[in-house]
């Protein structure tokens, strides 16, 4: 390790922009990005279920409220309604004095909320197509063998819609992180925030960008593999029948 | 009628802004979307190759992120370029890539990538038998582009196409970061100086919801037109 360290702090000596210290904040940013992409894929992702499942209720009172909700959700810039939790949380009377603020003061938080919220409602409308899209067939022998409808949609539904939704699912991941970029704006040091800081300590946005976007384009291709792998696994016997 | 704070105008104002902005990358995100798949297509391997390396790395890294490299970039790119050819060849030109420049060729970039993957299935959707009945009626091969694959193509890409604008449309919102006075940058200044931030963001994702609404209308009538003869099963 200490080696590599002197290898590397070599290797470093002959540029100005790339130092330990740069490259520090970039390892930074990207622990914070894929903290903020992780913790709002997995809220907005245990949220989305129950939600999909109440948009296809007989109920219009737990039907339209969800539609509303993702309505917006989906139909409006995520800038915005980032804008609107973090100034939101700002501006409210008295929340800097109360102890809420030491929570709040962050915005990590705020980001956290609006990206969650905005994930959940995307990924709910695709639980809701995949469950919609489960075959009559096998709902129908359910029934036959005398599941209640609780039980059909834990034991039938719900893990063949799971399935169905993966590739959809796999696009809104990468979706998730490329839009996290915009957490920089509300100051938060992401891996988009270390750019826009080394850009504006040395005025080298070829170096700064350029850099950031090849570790971003790293992130998409595992998440692309990793995607690619679990459709393999989980998918297999939709798969065409080789041999 | 709710108070906007005499901030009506300057929104009104900015909601026009990121419509043409919006019309704009459209119209680049076509040209380049057409371009690219008809590279895809075609059996040139520098072409083919060219086209895939730019969707792919287009798609694989973040919106902002692209706009804030050409931004910040471009200008200083564009200045290497027009210096050397006013040392060279005497020629002075002077190119300002301003706010609007950058957010109009940064989405413009991003949404041909997607555009071509959906102009590509298009293309590939119409009948063989089409292209063939049109060369053996004599046509040219740009004739048959125009006549046959392209007007039938469209009726494949529509789908795709209304769902890339709706996503372009939300982009749009990223050009208040670097400093362009769309309704997203009027309505984040106008809530720092009246705190009241749930106004102006309402005020502003309703109207994004109305533009979304009018375009959804527009493309289903679209969609009607570009089916004649297909019954109404689309």
Redesign the interface.
């Known amino acids: 390790m200490e080696s590599l360290l002197t290898w590397l702090e070599n290797q470093l000596a002959d540029n100005s922009i790339f130092t330990l210290q740069t490259l520090s904040h970039y390892a930074d940013g990207l622990t914070t990005t894929v903290q903020l992409v992780f913790l709002s894929l997995i809220i907005g992702l245990i949220a989305a279920v129950p939600l999909a499942i109440g948009r296809g209720s007989r109920h219009a009172w737990i039907k339209w409220p969800i539609f509303a909700y993702t309505?917006?959700f989906r139909?409006?810039?995520?800038?915005?309604q980032l804008?609107?939790i973090y100034?939101?949380v700002?501006?409210v009377d008295g929340i800097q004095e109360s102890w809420l603020w030491v929570i709040l003061e962050d915005p990590f938080i705020p980001a956290l909320i609006a990206f969650t919220l905005n994930t959940a409602a995307y990924t709910t409308e695709i639980f809701r197509g995949a469950i919609k899209s489960t075959s009559k067939g096998e709902i129908e022998a359910a029934r036959a063998y005398g599941m209640s409808p609780g039980l059909t949609m834990r034991r039938i539904i719900i893990p063949s819609a799971f399935r169905r939704a993966l590739p959809a699912y796999g696009n809104e991941v990468i979706f998730m992180?490329?839009?996290?970029?915009?957490a920089?704006?509300v100051t938060i040091m992401d891996l988009?925030g270390a750019?826009?800081f080394v850009?504006a300590r040395y005025y080298a946005?070829?170096e700064a960008?350029?850099f950031?976007?090849a570790i971003?384009?790293c992130l998409?291709?595992a998440i692309l593999y990793f995607f690619r792998h679990l459709e393999k696994k989980l998918l297999a016997h939709l798969q065409p029948q080789t041999g | 009628m709710i108070d906007l704070h005499g901030y009506g105008p300057r929104l009104l104002e900015g909601a026009g802004v990121t419509l043409q902005l919006a019309l704009l990358s459209l119209l680049l995100a076509v040209v380049l979307g057409l371009i690219t798949a008809v590279a895809k297509m075609s059996r040139s391997w520098i072409a083919h190759r060219t086209a895939t390396l730019y969707t792919t790395?287009i798609?694989?890294?973040?919106?902002?992120?692209?706009m804030?490299?050409l931004f910040?970039?471009g200008q200083?790119?564009v200045n290497m370029i027009t210096d050397w050819l006013y040392y060279q060849f005497d020629i002075d030109i002077f190119i300002n890539i301003n706010e609007f420049v950058a957010g109009v060729v940064t989405i413009g970039l991003i949404f041909g990538a997607y555009m071509g993957e959906t102009f590509r299935g298009a293309f590939m959707a119409v009948d063989n038998g089409q292209i063939e009945a049109g060369k053996a009626y004599g046509m040219s091969s740009s004739l048959v582009f125009r006549r046959i694959r392209f007007p039938q193509m469209m009726r494949h890409a529509l789908p795709g196409l209304s769902n890339n604008w709706?996503v372009l449309l939300?982009?749009?919102?990223?050009v208040?970061?670097i400093g362009l006075a769309d309704m997203?940058r009027v309505?984040?200044e106008a809530?720092?100086a009246t705190?009241?931030?749930?106004l102006f963001?309402?005020v502003?994702?309703l109207i994004?919801?109305l533009i979304?609404s009018v375009s959804e209308w527009l493309f289903a009538r679209l969609q009607k037109r570009y089916s004649i003869g297909y019954g109404e099963e689309d």
């Not at chain 1, 139909?75 to 915005?80: C, D, F, N, V």
């Not at chain 1, 992180?177 to 915009?182: C, D, E, K, R, V």
């Not at chain 2, 798609?59 to 692209?66: A, S």
């Not at chain 2, 939300?170 to 990223?174: E, G, N, S």
């Open positions: 309505y917006v139909g409006t810039p995520l800038l915005i804008y609107l100034y939101g700002v501006f992180l490329h839009a996290s970029a915009i920089s704006v988009t750019a826009r850009y946005p070829f960008f350029l950031v976007a971003y384009l998409t291709f | 790395v798609r694989g890294v973040p919106d902002l992120v692209l804030m490299l910040f970039g200083i790119g709706m939300k982009t749009t919102a990223l208040s970061v997203v309505a984040s809530s720092k705190r009241e931030p749930f963001m309402m502003v994702a994004y919801l979304a």
